[in-house]
């Protein structure tokens, strides 16, 4: 038995609590974020301990964009610029910046991470999306996303497109509020929806905890069964559909609620981030075992998992200092 969830845990060590919980709910995979990172030893040791603790190659992911969003940094990880900066500065950086990436990533045993994050800006996009952007047009995010995603895959790491289908013209920051955005559909389609169209072949997809009035006035994307359907329709996605997570206070109600409205809208996983037991608690009693079309898609997800292929990462890393004007540590 998988659950159909991914878990956060509360610090850099699994305590023997969450071991014991984690053993017993075997959720298909667990996220880690700055909290529960230390060296690079602690958390290699921490990632063999969640493994261990499912009793499997569960898959492990972070959030390592790069710039703000960055769990991984200095002084044992790289200090990397804000996303939408390097690439408009010259793209042939972004795949040597994301080929690095996944080798930092792979090191400590870490093999998904949340990126490319494909959402088109607007000029009044909020600051928690704005800078973390690919560019400025679907055509060039597309781009630069497809970039970004094969040479995670390169370096051994599975990609996760965000937030399909789309977080751009979120004016608050979905962290604290729900945003709501009144875009005619037909615009949605030609413009945010493109970028997730042009990678829907991707093997992941993680949701916006966003409301488009025009599709479905009363329910944020992750929740609601007509904004999944065109994801699936639409889009074209028909990979593995994850929330965002469901701790964040753009969703309101109990979470077994929240863990009951995802799933029945059409995601096949939910991901809670916090550490929160009692929270943890709730989304493994609501939360069934993968099976059906969702079980298919984590098995297919994961079957693309693949070693590195071969690279001199000293070599890439001098190229990625050249273009960069970065002189030797």
């Avoid at 509360?10 to 230390?38: M, Q, V």
């Avoid at 996303?145 to 751009?168: W, Y």
Wanted: overall charge negative; proline content about 8%; some cysteine.
């Amino acid at each position: 038995m998988t659950l159909a969830a991914i878990f956060g845990l509360s610090g850099p060590t699994l305590t023997p609590a969450e071991h014991a919980f984690f053993a017993e709910a075997k959720p298909w995979g667990f996220i880690l974020f700055a909290r529960n990172i230390d060296t690079p030893d602690q958390v290699r040791g921490l990632v063999s301990d969640l493994r261990v603790a499912v009793g499997r190659d569960a898959p492990v992911l972070i959030d390592q964009e790069g710039g703000r969003v960055a769990r991984l940094r200095p002084p044992h990880w790289r200090d990397w610029p804000a996303p939408l900066a390097e690439a408009e500065a010259d793209e042939e950086r972004l795949a040597l910046r994301y080929r690095l990436i996944a080798a930092e990533l792979m090191a400590l045993g870490i093999d998904v991470n949340c990126a490319p994050m494909l959402d088109l800006p607007q000029a009044d996009t909020h600051p928690i999306i704005a800078d973390r952007v690919l560019g400025r047009d679907p055509s060039t995010i597309a781009r630069r996303g497809r970039t970004v995603a094969n040479a995670l895959v390169d370096g051994g790491v599975l990609p996760i497109i965000k937030h399909i289908p789309g977080h751009g013209r979120a004016a608050t920051d979905s962290h604290e509020v729900l945003p709501v955005v009144v875009t005619p559909e037909a615009e949605l389609v030609e413009t945010d929806f493109a970028p997730f169209r042009a990678l829907a072949d991707l093997p992941m997809a993680m949701t916006g905890h966003v409301v488009f009035s025009e599709i479905d006035p009363e329910r944020p994307a992750t929740l609601s069964p007509t904004v999944i359907d065109r994801i699936r329709g639409e889009i074209g996605f028909d990979g593995l559909l994850m929330t965002d997570d469901l701790s964040m206070r753009a969703l309101s109600g109990p979470m077994a609620g929240r863990v009951r409205e995802a799933l029945a809208a059409g995601c096949d996983l939910v991901l809670h981030c916090n550490g929160s037991f009692d929270e943890m608690d709730a989304v493994a009693a609501e939360a069934p075992a993968l099976s059906g079309r969702a079980a298919m898609r984590a098995e297919a997800a994961l079957a693309r998992r693949r070693p590195p292929t071969a690279a001199d990462l000293e070599a890439l890393a001098a190229q990625y200092r050249q273009l960069t004007g970065e002189r030797a540590a």
